[in-house]
């Protein structure tokens, strides 16, 4: 690994360099184990810690398949998903790696008694597969996390349709919170030359996420006026949302949980924020039984204040259980409530009256598909939007990074450095970095 290191932190990017490099044995990588998912049983959810279950350990470089890339990870970053592994809810991610390996020789590389965790990398290709002809060995990338086989034609018109659609790094072995990862060629993307490695590894899940679910005709669709209700708005994934209504030309509606969100939404440019503890809501009774209607009013007339009378065209929905019948209630009539992950429970409740007598819409959205990861990507490289990293670890210290994350003791998206010594390496074009710089930070240390 070191000799790896050496070579892409000299700047060659030469293919002859990176195919002269013999491919160790086996590298570092963050991992759960089979044998221990029961470890956390009887436990609160929030008492679960993945400081417990996340192991930094040597595992054997996986043989490549044809239309496959062997990337050396210069750094990866943190999603809910990692910390879903971490503690095993709400199925531990063995039974995806058990069915995945039953569908052919090459997935059942991916069955074994330990995971690789990790759904986002930036760094340098090492080897590529059978097959394989866009990219080549030296070539600075990132990954989407879209695991597709596309053998059926359910997927051809839109890949997250594809019935052997998978994420990587969660429902796949071998993922980027590693020195080594395995992808397949159709989830590598250009890494943007003004961002550092960190920077330029925690956009990939959550800004194409954020853009199917809210840009894209698959999602929200989102027009240039629609006013846009962001729950978490300074969240690793709200705060790309808040970003793409901005850049879009819509209005964004930020709700936060503390004066600090708050200022980080102000500094992206939003001004119309609700910050929600502040102002005391809460949508469900103490023992979370039964929701309160009454507190889904005061937040649209709160709402309608700030957008002088106007309900919102969009909801962007995320935390799932604790605020959808809010979201359903809030938006107008004819609008659109668009959700994913449900970070907060998923089992939805809400009052149906609101949505069937008002001609409001329910969207499902998930991850994206390549068009759309590529098109996200291309915002990032093009400085329309930033990445809003703000702390990053060593991979010694994945699990503090994942106890960040699952206890909300973050802001934006927490980065973690693979094979990278050190954070601010692998920016080659300064002067683009010099235009954007501010912007860049802005989540910095937050």
């Given at each position: 690994m070191d000799q790896i290191r050496e070579a892409i932190l000299s700047g060659d990017r030469t293919v002859e360099t990176y195919a002269g490099i013999e491919v160790p044995e086996s590298y570092r990588a963050a991992t759960v184990h089979k044998d221990e998912v029961e470890m956390f049983a009887g436990l609160p959810t929030r008492e679960k810690d993945p400081r417990r279950s996340l192991h930094v350990e040597q595992v054997p470089v996986p043989e490549l398949a044809p239309g496959e890339a062997l990337v050396a990870v210069m750094a990866s970053a943190?999603?809910?998903?990692?910390?879903?592994?971490?503690?095993?809810?709400?199925?531990?991610?063995?039974?995806?790696?058990?069915?995945?390996?039953r569908t052919s020789e090459y997935a059942k590389r991916h069955d074994l008694p330990y995971h690789v965790v990790g759904s986002d990398l930036a760094g340098v290709i090492l080897r590529v597969g059978p097959g394989v002809t866009k990219w080549t060995p030296g070539t600075e990338v990132v990954a989407h996390c879209l695991s597709v086989e596309?053998?059926?034609?359910?997927?051809?018109?839109?890949?997250?349709?594809?019935?052997?659609?998978?994420?990587?790094?969660?429902?796949t072995n071998f993922?980027?919170?590693?020195?080594?990862?395995?992808?397949?060629?159709?989830?590598?993307?250009?890494?943007?030359?003004?961002?550092?490695?960190?920077?330029?590894?925690?956009?990939?899940?959550?800004?194409?996420?954020?853009?199917?679910?809210?840009?894209?005709?698959?999602?929200?669709?989102?027009?240039?006026?629609?006013?846009?209700?962001?729950?978490?708005?300074?969240?690793?994934?709200?705060?790309?949302?808040?970003q793409m209504a901005?850049?879009?030309?819509?209005?964004?509606?930020?709700?936060?949980?503390?004066?600090?969100?708050?200022?980080?939404?102000?500094?992206?440019?939003?001004?119309?924020?609700?910050?929600?503890?502040?102002?005391?809501?809460?949508?469900?009774?103490?023992?979370?039984?039964?929701?309160?209607?009454?507190?889904?009013?005061r937040l649209g007339k709160r709402i309608r204040e700030l957008t002088g009378g106007?309900?919102?065209?969009?909801?962007?929905?995320?935390?799932?259980?604790?605020?959808?019948?809010?979201?359903?209630?809030?938006?107008?009539?004819?609008?659109?409530?668009?959700?994913?992950?449900?970070?907060?429970g998923y089992m939805h409740e809400y009052d149906n009256r609101y949505l069937w007598m008002n001609l409001k819409r329910i969207v499902s959205s998930h991850f994206a598909n390549y068009r759309e990861a590529w098109e996200a990507n291309e915002l990032i490289d093009r400085g329309l939007i930033h990445p809003t990293l703000s702390k990053t670890y060593p991979l010694e210290e994945v699990?503090?990074?994942?106890?960040?994350?699952?206890?909300?003791?973050?802001?934006?998206?927490?980065?973690?450095?693979?094979l990278a010594p050190e954070a601010g390496l692998g920016v080659t074009d300064t002067a683009k970095r010099a235009r954007f710089v501010g912007a860049i930070n802005r989540f910095r240390d937050a």
């Open positions: 943190i999603n809910y998903n990692t910390v879903w592994t971490s503690i095993f809810e709400p199925v531990p991610t063995f039974g995806f790696l058990e069915r995945y390996g596309l053998e059926d034609a359910a997927g051809h018109d839109d890949t997250m349709m594809d019935p052997q659609q998978r994420i990587w790094g969660f429902e993922g980027g919170l590693a020195e080594i990862a395995v992808v397949k060629a159709n989830q590598l993307m250009p890494k943007p030359a003004h961002l550092t490695w960190e920077e330029a590894a925690s956009p990939g899940l959550v800004n194409s996420t954020a853009y199917r679910q809210l840009i894209s005709r698959n999602g929200a669709h989102m027009k240039l006026g629609d006013r846009v209700l962001i729950w978490g708005a300074s969240g690793g994934l709200g705060s790309y949302a808040t901005l850049a879009g030309g819509a209005t964004p509606i930020c709700v936060v949980s503390s004066p600090e969100k708050a200022a980080i939404c102000r500094a992206m440019g939003a001004e119309l924020i609700i910050d929600r503890s502040a102002e005391g809501y809460a949508f469900w009774n103490e023992d979370g039984t039964a929701q309160n209607p009454k507190e889904w009013q106007h309900d919102v065209d969009i909801v962007f929905e995320h935390p799932g259980r604790e605020t959808f019948g809010a979201s359903v209630y809030v938006a107008r009539k004819g609008g659109t409530i668009v959700t994913c992950a449900s970070t907060s699990g503090q990074a994942a106890l960040d994350v699952h206890r909300n003791a973050h802001q934006g998206k927490v980065g973690v450095l693979t």
